[in-house]
């Protein structure tokens, strides 16, 4: 799939849009991407909670979606139906436990 970029944002506690811009081959993999840049963020102070809800606008042709962030811890830690899902899946698992360690 080819990449897109996407704006990723959330709400944090005291009502605070964030938003972040990622290029993605699929949605989870925007979400991923959001949440480490987020992490990695000097201006987001808060952590983007569990239960929160991360919408992504996917640029050209622009389309919005939503993903609440324990449905994708979730759907990380599934089995993949196939080897390149599994794959996929590893990679942005990784890439996000790599964002927690710093």
């Known amino acids: 799939m080819p990449h897109r970029t996407c704006l ?5 506690i005291h009502r605070v849009r964030h938003t972040v811009e990622v290029n993605a081959s699929s949605l989870y993999e925007a979400a ?31 389309q919005t979606h939503e993903v609440k962030v324990d449905a994708l811890k979730m759907w990380l830690e599934s089995q993949g139906r196939t080897p390149r899902d599994l794959v996929e899946r590893r990679k ?5 436990e790599g964002a927690s360690d710093g």
């Not at 929160?52 to 996917?58: E, Y």
């Open 32 to 62: 991923v991407l959001g949440l480490v840049e987020f992490r990695r963020s000097q201006f987001t102070h808060t952590a983007v909670p569990t239960g929160a809800t991360l919408s992504i606008k996917v640029r050209e042709p622009e």
């Open 92 to 96: 942005l698992r990784e890439m996000l």
């Open 8 to 12: 990723v944002s959330f709400t944090d």
